[in-house]
């Protein structure tokens, strides 16, 4: 099941267009990638992501996973180190003809988000009985 799921990490004009209007650095979240017998499993670190900064969209087979980071200070504090340089996480990947697009799930738990890529049924992996003669 090669090239199923593969990196795109290439700027659009349109994120390009965002970054020349706010110049934040934008992380590019660890993900693992899991093959099951139906699906393929995405499981992306995006600490300081929640539900409501999270865009997950497919595009012509390109998934898009960019999520903002909420970064809360207590009222009248301010940091004087902050490690967390950027202020969103950005990843594409572009999918095979194997993955049905519009079965795609995602959910985010605790900064850490999974996307469930189910494969079409005609490329799931089925068992063959085999007659004796």
Known sequence: MNNVVRSSNNQTSLQQRDEDKNPQETLLPAVDIIEEDNAIKLVADMPGVTNDSLRVELD???LSL???INL????GLSALHAEVRGRRFARRFNLSHEIDG???TARIVNG???VTL???DSHRTRRI???AA
């Open 72 to 75: 809360n200070m207590p009222e």
């Open 102 to 104: 519009d079965a795609i």
């Open 112 to 114: 850490v988000l999974t």
């Open 129 to 131: 009985e085999v007659q």
């Open 60 to 62: 012509n087979n390109v």
């Open 66 to 68: 960019e999520g903002e």
């Open 118 to 120: 189910p494969k079409k």
